[in-house]
């Protein structure tokens, strides 16, 4: 072929972290096939579908095998049943959210990447440690990129104190991935302040949300003027088990001005929608049944996060997360880099986790490991790892 590439793609490292890890873990396991391995690596789920969405599920294939109420295309934007029941999820936690500004999209980390279609050569500005996608996507593009660290000091929630007033594309995730730190109501209000004075947008990831019990807030539209700075990404992935099922949704507030008419033209040209039987699942987990099940689902990984958070308390070791987030970051004992760290676990306990350093130069020194590991997987992660460290 003689066509020129899109050079941009020699700016980003030459595989996605996630299969990083998990490419070494499968040359370990290759030339270790007797070693049990334990994943507390990548955020997947492991607890099946609830019994309220397998019912919807079961409920809309049976639909789909009948002339009279099969489906083909979605309506573009979601199908109105689930566009209603997400605004109704905001209603529940106090918030007002218009059915007609919420698009449904197969999760969040498709439409994170993908927003960054609306806009021209702009300013972005990303935490750091960061999800890689929101690095990934903008380098992709030709952006570049300005970090704004979080670290011990400010408890991984960096604020705009101090940066200039170039208006920006701002990314926000809380809870935090990967640090699972999250943000109060008046952290938040100082950055929906600060993108309502520079003229800036937020994209707010809050595909975590279900993890917060303490009050803070669980939607950026929580705090006053977001809706003319904001647009938010939620997920099912994480609250519903939706991982491999794949549904969440963006809200892009018709007070944004033009970027809902561009939002709906660029989906309308690229993406033809999420399953039908997918987005009656998702009714279903945002039913009042539904919820409830998701809910004990999320108390079950709060429980494993709660034991991992035990260990490293008794062990000494500094980390974040791990109460309103599936995630803990710890701090690599001894002064071990992330990867020197994630050899030891993987060699020495088989037990598999994610290196800071994969999420930013901010995260070298820190390691991620995840609480969304069945029980006794985690209980015997904790148990290695208490005889190792
Ligand atoms: C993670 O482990 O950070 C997440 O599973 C990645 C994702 O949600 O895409």
């Known amino acids: 072929m003689k066509l020129q590439l899109n050079d941009n793609f020699a700016r980003i490292k030459p595989s996605y972290l996630f299969s990083d890890v998990a490419k070494r873990v499968r040359a370990y396991s290759e030339a270790h096939p007797d070693k049990k391995i334990l994943r507390l690596g990548i955020g997947d789920v492991t607890l099946p579908l609830t019994p309220t969405v397998i019912r919807a599920m ?18 573009e934007y979601g ?12 209603e529940q936690l106090g918030i007002s959210v218009d059915a007609g500004d919420v698009f449904v999209s197969d999760g969040a980390k498709s439409d994170l990447g993908n927003f960054v279609d609306l806009f021209a050569d702009v300013p972005v500005l990303v935490p750091d440690p960061v999800y890689p996608v929101y690095v990934d996507s903008n380098l992709m593009a030709g952006r570049e990129i300005e970090y704004i660290e979080g670290n011990e000091a400010n408890g ?20 935090n991935n990967p640090t699972g730190a999250v943000y109060s109501k008046r952290g938040l209000t100082e950055w929906v302040e600060f993108a309502l004075r520079t003229g800036s947008l937020i994209l707010y990831d809050a595909a975590y949300e279900a993890f917060i019990a303490d009050g803070s807030p669980c939607s950026i539209y929580a705090i006053k003027g977001a809706v003319k700075c904001a647009v938010e990404f939620c997920s099912l992935s994480k ?9 969440g949704w963006t809200v892009v507030p018709a007070a944004l001005g033009a970027v809902k008419p561009m939002w709906e033209r660029r989906q309308a040209t690229k993406f033809n929608g999420v399953p039908y039987v997918v987005q009656r699942a998702a ?19 709060k429980e ?12 000494g070791i500094p980390f974040t997360g791990g109460t309103a987030s599936p995630y803990l970051w710890l701090k690599c004992p001894g002064g071990m880099g992330s990867w020197e760290f994630f050899d030891k676990l993987l060699n020495e306990a088989q037990v598999v986790g994610t290196p800071g350093a994969g999420f930013g130069r901010a995260g070298e020194g820190y390691f991620r490991l995840t609480a969304f590991g069945s029980r006794a997987a985690t209980r015997e992660a904790v148990e290695r790892l208490d005889k190792l460290l």
């Open 58 to 75: 079961h409920k809309a294939t049976d639909e789909m095998a009948n002339a009279a109420t099969f489906r083909g295309y979605a309506p």
């Open 79 to 90: 199908y109105d049943f689930l566009r209603e029941a997400i605004a109704r999820h905001y």
């Open 156 to 175: 991984f929630l960096p604020s705009p104190a101090g940066l200039s007033d170039v208006p920006r594309l701002i990314y926000i995730c809380s809870p």
């Open 239 to 247: 609250t519903a088990g939706f991982t491999g099922t794949r549904c």
């Open 283 to 301: 009714e279903a987990a945002l039913s009042w049944e539904g919820t409830k099940e998701c809910m004990e689902n999320i108390a079950y990984y």
């Open 304 to 315: 494993n996060a709660a034991r991992i958070a035990d260990l490293l308390t008794r062990k």
